[in-house]
């Protein structure tokens, strides 16, 4: 297997902006503008990742713990900014609080496990590992709680007279709620589920395929690929069953009634 990676020069990845343009005339003939949003996002990406890919190389090179964790909190801080921020006038300062706790409590616990318990680095701060696993461990995570959120939101909203009617009949906040939590659950940890089921056989994942084109065995790049998706899959369980069990109580005043 050749252990080599090949380089890409600057004018190599110039070339595939190309797709960004084919993509840009496909929305146009199909009458959709989003041309906008396709140049503006490709813009921010290729910025954004340059800029960490610098980071990571000083990162990376100083293995500082100080470095290392502040990093890990910063895409801590992002993930939960991203969450609260398009729907920030419909969440009070309680929710905005719960939707922390989750992400940061469910993200923690499972990058500490699975460095600790499962990969085992040394030093355990190793950011070749701390960094690229949490990242994953976080943008998932971020994901489901977005999606348990939302199916709260369109809960308290859509549903309103069948809660109150619940309410009204005796039922508890948490028993009128039940089933709302229980399909808010599901539908956020349906993706992560997709693509667990799908990996494989129709999509070799990201994780995977960097290890293998950095030159790495197939065989060992299927045993961190299957690491990653079990970690993934407890942390946005924990983080979605955390946030709605304790998020649902923020939807109601201290009599009982939706808010």
Same mark, same amino acid.
Not at 4 to 22: G, H, K, M, P, R
Not at 92 to 109: E, P, R
Not at 229 to 251: E, P, Q, R, W
């Given at each position: ?18 797709? +960004? ?9 199909? =009458? ?13 990406? @290729? $910025?954004?990742?340059?800029?960490? =890919?610098?980071? &990571? ?24 900014? !991203? ?7 419909? &969440? ?6 719960? %939707? ?5 409590? =469910? +993200?923690? #616990? +499972?990058?500490?496990? #699975? ?5 085992? /680095?040394?030093?355990?701060?190793? /950011?070749?590992?701390?960094? /690229?696993?949490?990242?994953?461990? %976080? ?25 109150? =009617? ?13 089933? *709302? %939590? ?7 940890? +349906?993706?992560?589920? !997709?693509? %667990? ?20 065995? /197939? ?8 690491? $990653?998706? @079990? ?19 923020? *939807?109601? !005043? ?6």
């Amino acid at each position: 297997m050749n252990n080599s990676v090949i380089n890409l020069s600057n004018q190599q990845l110039i070339l595939t902006y190309i797709f +960004t343009a084919i993509a840009l005339l496909l929305t146009s003939l199909n =009458g959709i503008n989003r041309n906008k949003d396709i140049i503006n996002g490709t813009i921010r990406m @290729t $910025i954004q990742l340059f800029i960490a =890919g610098f980071i &990571l190389v000083y990162v990376f090179d100083s293995s500082s713990i100080v470095l290392s964790t502040l990093l890990i909190l910063l895409m801590e801080s992002f993930a939960v900014f !991203n969450i609260i921020s398009p729907k920030k006038d419909r &969440l009070n300062s309680k929710l905005k609080k719960t %939707i922390a706790i989750a992400q940061i409590s =469910g +993200t923690v #616990f +499972t990058l500490i496990f #699975f460095l600790l318990v499962v990969i085992r /680095p040394k030093p355990i701060y190793n /950011p070749q590992y701390l960094i /690229p696993l949490g990242g994953m461990i %976080i943008g998932n995570s971020m994901t489901g709680i977005n999606l348990a959120l939302n199916g709260l939101l369109d809960a308290s909203e859509n549903n309103r007279s069948k809660i109150e =009617g619940s309410l009204m009949l005796g039922a508890s906040p948490r028993m009128a709620m039940d089933k *709302f %939590i229980q399909k808010s659950f599901d539908t956020a940890i +349906t993706p992560t589920l !997709n693509s %667990i089921k799908n990996i494989g056989i129709i999509s070799l994942p990201g994780m995977m395929t960097g290890q293998i084109l950095g030159g790495v065995s /197939p065989l060992i790049a299927i045993r961190y690929q299957i690491a $990653i998706m @079990t970690a993934i899959l407890s942390s946005v369980s924990i983080c979605d069953f955390v946030f709605l069990h304790l998020g649902y109580k923020n *939807f109601f !005043n201290k009599q009982e009634q939706l808010i």
